[in-house]
């Protein structure tokens, strides 16, 4: 199983600064990762796929980097809407895995 | 409207079996791989299992094979989950989720049922 990582588990910012992301892949999956949104009570949301790719009206303050195991979720400038927990997912290899997330929290 | 619908969520036993079911409408649920995804309370998101697009090809997570069973009905428009020997650790609410179109193997996930919730507790 391909286990992912996502660091940090919490990452504290203040509205209108940068957020970055990580995901690391225990082997490579090339660019096979997907980025969610989940805020409480909600169901995931698709933002990113192929590593870089939007998703179907996904703002482009959220971009995707990375290939092979390391891999970046930029929130470029944070809004009120944006604290959520993050999720990363490889669609590689089965079973399909997801990290642990990270949650994003106001400053 | 894009919708899928999940339901049979329940509370059972320890041990127990229970079946669920997804609905997809307005969506091209004939022509989409299926999962399943599950969130324990308060925990992050676990995939559960997956089936092609002609239910030929199933693949499940480590810890439910040989006791979850995926299948679909493609003339229904619904996806199942047989869930047998359930344990107290597989509280859940879980999901259906669908892969993007173009993805018949693995696939990122483009929409999501609502989620019904499993309660496991004697």
């Known amino acids: 199983e391909i286990v992912m990582t996502q660091s940090p588990a919490t990452l504290s910012v203040s509205p209108g600064e940068r957020a970055t992301l990580s995901c690391r892949a225990s082997?490579?999956?090339?660019?096979?990762v997907a980025w969610y949104q989940q805020k409480p009570g909600q169901v995931p949301r698709l933002l990113i796929y192929?590593?870089?790719t939007w998703a179907t009206g996904i703002p482009a303050r959220f971009s995707g980097s990375g290939s092979g195991t390391d891999f970046t979720l930029t929130i470029s400038s944070l809004q009120s809407e944006d604290f959520a927990i993050y999720y990363c997912?490889?669609?590689?290899?089965?079973?399909?895995?997801f990290g642990g997330g990270t949650k994003v929290e106001i400053k | 409207q894009l919708q899928l619908v999940e339901s049979g969520g329940d509370v059972v036993q320890p041990g127990r079996s229970l079946r669920l079911s997804c609905v997809g409408s307005?969506?091209?649920?004939?022509?989409?791989?299926m999962n399943w995804v599950r969130q324990a309370p308060g925990k992050g998101l676990e995939w559960v299992a997956g089936?092609?697009?002609?239910?030929?090809?199933?693949y499940y997570a480590d810890f439910v094979r040989g006791r979850f069973i995926i299948s679909r009905d493609n003339s229904k428009d619904t996806l199942y989950l047989e869930m047998n020997s359930l344990r107290v650790e597989e509280t859940a609410v879980y999901y259906c989720?669908?892969?993007?179109?173009?993805?018949?193997?693995?696939?990122?996930?483009?929409?999501w049922g609502q989620g019904t919730l499993v309660t496991v507790s004697s």
């Open positions: 192929g590593a870089s």
């Open positions: 307005g969506i091209t649920f004939r022509s989409s791989v």
């Open positions: 997912q490889q669609y590689s290899k089965w079973p399909l895995t």
């Open positions: 082997q490579n999956v090339n660019t096979n």
């Open positions: 989720a669908r892969n993007r179109p173009g993805y018949t193997y693995g696939g990122p996930f483009d929409y």
């Open positions: 089936i092609s697009i002609d239910g030929g090809n199933k």
